[in-house]
């Protein structure tokens, strides 16, 4: 597949995405929006990947949604081309999405970060949500997935006043699983990936699933869902393999069966 605005890459079991128009900071226009998702649905549906990772540069991982393309929208045509909706792709990723972040994460970039399962952020990483300095508000999910992280008020204060987090402050809070040196964050965040993407397949799965359960519903609902998925497993190849080989004090063999 020929992308225009990202590149991918393949290490291991790891598919890499990698936003890139530079020149504008990373910034979603509607056709990188498109590819990033093409190219993760892509890596969602290949056996020999177990983990998605996204990035950027050094300086950003994207500046948010392009405003020059949004300058003279309407509302309408907001609505007709669904900007916001498209946004919304990255819930159907099955595999577990790794933001490996440095520079910039602002707006609809912080967003996409906060729709990722792990993050790991090089030193020089700066979250935020600048869209009241636009005249408008986080679209992609901001308010919601914040204030679900860091509570009311932080987020308030992030959402109203442009207040934004360094990568110390975003480790603090939750929103950072690790943070790395900027030389060579990519490969440290690529060497975290490969741990994971190194377990078994359909309990990497159902794992993800029933943690993000808990973000929807009810405490007896999101608990129903984890013992369906538990109990699911006990269907698999592997979950005999993994028990197997504890009894046998050697390295499980993963089938993704
Ligand atoms: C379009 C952008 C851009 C953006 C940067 N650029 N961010 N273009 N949309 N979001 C462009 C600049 O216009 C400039 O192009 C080039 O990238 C380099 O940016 P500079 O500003 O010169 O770099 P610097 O001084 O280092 O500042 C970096 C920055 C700043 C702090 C990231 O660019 C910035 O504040 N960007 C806007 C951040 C923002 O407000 N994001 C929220 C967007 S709204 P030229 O051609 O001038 O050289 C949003 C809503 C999401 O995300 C809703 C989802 C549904």
Redesign the pocket.
């Known amino acids: 597949m020929a992308y225009t605005t990202v590149l991918t890459e393949t290490r291991g079991r790891v598919g890499i995405v990698q936003l890139n128009r530079p020149?504008?900071?990373n910034?979603f226009n509607i056709a990188m929006l498109g590819e990033v998702f093409d190219a993760m649905e892509a890596f969602d549906r290949d056996d020999n990947i177990g983990v998605i990772m996204v990035t950027g540069n050094e300086k950003?991982f994207a500046?948010?949604?392009?405003?020059?393309e949004m300058v003279d929208a309407t509302a309408f045509q907001m609505i007709i081309e669904n900007?916001?909706d498209t946004?919304d792709r990255i819930r159907g990723i099955k595999k577990p999405v790794i933001a490996a972040v440095s520079g910039?994460a602002?707006?609809?970039?912080c967003?996409f970060v906060l729709s990722c399962d792990m993050v790991i952020a090089s030193e020089s990483a700066k979250f935020g949500q600048?869209?009241i300095?636009?005249g408008?508000i986080?679209?992609?999910g901001g308010t919601q997935r914040l204030a679900r992280l860091l509570g009311k008020n932080l987020t308030m204060e992030m959402v109203i006043n442009n207040r934004t987090l360094t990568a110390a402050e975003a480790q603090q809070f939750g929103l950072v699983n690790r943070i790395v040196p900027i030389e060579g964050y990519l490969d440290a965040a690529v060497a975290f990936a490969e741990e994971i993407a190194s377990r078994a397949p359909l309990a990497v799965r159902m794992a993800k699933d029933a943690v993000n359960a808990a973000f929807e519903t009810t405490l007896t609902e999101g608990l129903k869902a984890e013992k369906r998925n538990f109990y699911l497993l006990f269907s698999t190849e592997d979950q005999t393999e993994g028990m197997q080989a504890f009894i046998e004090k050697r390295k499980p063999n993963w089938k993704g069966k």
Not at 63 to 68: E, F, H, R, S, T
Not at 106 to 109: H, K, T, W
């Open positions: 020149q504008a900071m910034a950003a500046a948010g949604a392009d405003i020059k900007r916001v946004w910039w602002l707006g609809g970039g967003e600048p869209e300095t636009l408008v986080p679209g992609a």
